[in-house]
């Protein structure tokens, strides 16, 4: 009897691991890949009918995939736009309002990485350009277990060549560490740093459009400021400062601007975007022929828009909340979407990212309801609408509203605090409708500045959300 007893045993326990590891492969059998694009905005790739700008390797990803035409981010900022993704909230709850805030010491929601990471089955893994540092004061790498950035010996580097270089080891890393973990589940997550300034169209796009490219360049520009080369750039973190020019010369002195100029700096910033699709190209042959597009989820998106003097005499971003600075490519590509790609106009946010990749990893969100964002799976599926209203902040109050129909900013300094635009009737927000229509903004006004006020006690503090994640794990 206990020699059959054995032998039983023998035969089930290999079995059941491997009903064990097959229930796991089957219950989240995909890798995650989520690439963030600095600056770009949405009407400058090939996908999005730009006249002249060429984006095969997005644009062969947008015919994969789901494209949502009317995506926002909740900031005009890279560091506040990227803790929204990762966390699924606004900053209003997680505290980076700008580049040079951290997030609240009381904030304890996990973000995307950390719940990977605990699921055991992910290896995460971040490569990164731009204003984050292996120091990470934004907390933005928590739950990434392998992370890197450009070496320091690209700080003697030409500024003309050093951003390229960035790019390209950054693509040639992220495909050794897809090499690396063939036998892992990965969340990889990349985030390239081209178009921001400084504008430098390598030599490939100087031919190829020709035409369109200056006879001034970036330097010159930057000269016409007043500024020197050597402060403007920030040598420690191998980024540059945004130089917010303006046509009328308001932030720097008199520049003299013309409308030629303006177009000249309008395609340098347009000669970036194929560089950066180029390096897409590679990481994205890669994945066709290792055959990891059958096994990978995959998300391209910004983490905001750049102001390029066509809503004002602006240029830059940090500034605003327009939707030149706000408005951003989404494409959100999966293995089970195949026949099934196309545009969804429906307004969407930066924080519906991270519970539509947890719904489609089949992967709980131990707190869920703690959340701004929402899945937008039921809307890609057609059986859901997506989110009706999104709200934006930059700085401590300067705020915006914005829905199918209309777009209220408030503005907390300067003389003109309310404005509202007709978006459907007038897009590109320059028909100030705010005094003819007084009770809408006082209606919106309220929205915005409750929403500011609760965002972050009403959620961090809730007794029973820390009893939940101590529980779990995520916090002591």
Not at 90 to 106: A, L, M
Not at 136 to 144: A, Q, T
Not at 186 to 213: G, Q
Not at 239 to 246: A, D, E, G, S, W
Request: glycine share 6%; hydrophobic share 35%; net charge positive.
């Amino acid at each position: 009897m206990k020699k059959l007893v054995l032998i039983i045993l023998i035969i089930l326990i290999p079995i059941s691991y491997l009903l064990y590891k097959k229930f796991r492969q089957c219950r989240n059998n995909y890798n995650l890949l989520i690439i963030t694009l600095d600056t770009t905005r949405f009407d400058y790739l090939g996908y999005s009918n730009h006249k002249w700008i060429q984006t095969p390797y997005i644009d062969s990803l947008a015919r994969r995939g789901i494209v949502f035409t009317n995506a926002f981010s909740v900031s005009n900022q890279t560091a506040p736009a990227h803790y929204s993704l990762f966390s699924g909230v606004t900053p209003v709850v997680h505290g980076i309002r700008t580049n040079i805030n951290k997030p609240y010491e009381e904030f304890k929601l996990p973000t995307l990485a950390e719940i990977l990471k605990k699921s055991g089955n992910y290896q995460t893994i971040a490569y990164f350009q731009g204003p984050f540092t292996l120091k990470d004061p934004y907390k933005i790498l928590n739950g990434f277990l392998f992370k890197n950035q450009p070496p320091s010996y690209l700080k003697q580097m030409p500024e003309f060549k050093r951003f390229s270089v960035q790019d390209t080891l950054l693509t040639t890393s992220a495909i050794e560490a897809m090499g690396r973990n063939k036998n892992h589940n990965w969340f990889l997550w990349l985030h390239y740093w081209i178009p921001h300034a400084p504008y430098f169209a390598d030599e490939t796009e100087k031919s190829k459009y020709a035409e369109y490219y200056p006879s001034r360049d970036w330097w010159d520009y930057i000269r016409f400021m007043g500024i020197k080369q050597e402060e403007y750039l920030d040598k420690e973190y191998l980024i540059v400062r945004p130089p917010y020019l303006t046509i009328d010369g308001s932030d720097k002195g008199e520049i003299g601007f013309s409308d030629e100029n303006k177009r000249n700096l309008q395609n340098l910033y347009a000669m970036q975007i194929p560089s950066m699709d180029s390096q897409l190209g590679r990481l994205f042959d890669y994945l066709k022929k290792n055959k990891l597009f059958e096994k990978t989820i995959i998300v391209i998106v910004a983490d905001h828009g750049e102001e390029l003097m066509d809503r004002t005499s602006r240029y830059g971003h940090g500034r605003n909340l327009y939707d030149t600075s706000l408005h951003i490519p989404l494409i959100i590509i999966d293995p089970r979407f195949k026949g099934k790609s196309r545009k969804i106009d429906n307004l969407v946010r930066i924080i519906d990212i991270f519970p539509t990749v947890l719904d489609l990893l089949k992967i709980e969100d131990p707190i869920k309801e703690a959340r701004e964002g929402i899945s937008l799976v039921p809307l890609i599926n057609g059986t859901g609408a997506g989110p009706l209203s999104l709200k934006a902040i930059f700085k401590k109050e300067n705020l915006a509203y914005r829905d199918a129909q209309w777009k209220y900013i408030w503005n907390s300094e300067g003389s003109k605090k309310h404005e509202l635009y007709d978006i459907r009737k007038d897009p590109f927000e320059k028909k100030d409708l705010s005094m003819d229509n007084k009770e809408l903004v006082d209606k919106l006004n309220k929205i915005l500045i409750e929403w500011n006020k609760k965002g972050y006690s009403q959620v961090i503090t809730d007794k029973e959300h820390l009893k939940k994640l101590k529980s779990l794990g995520y916090i002591n």
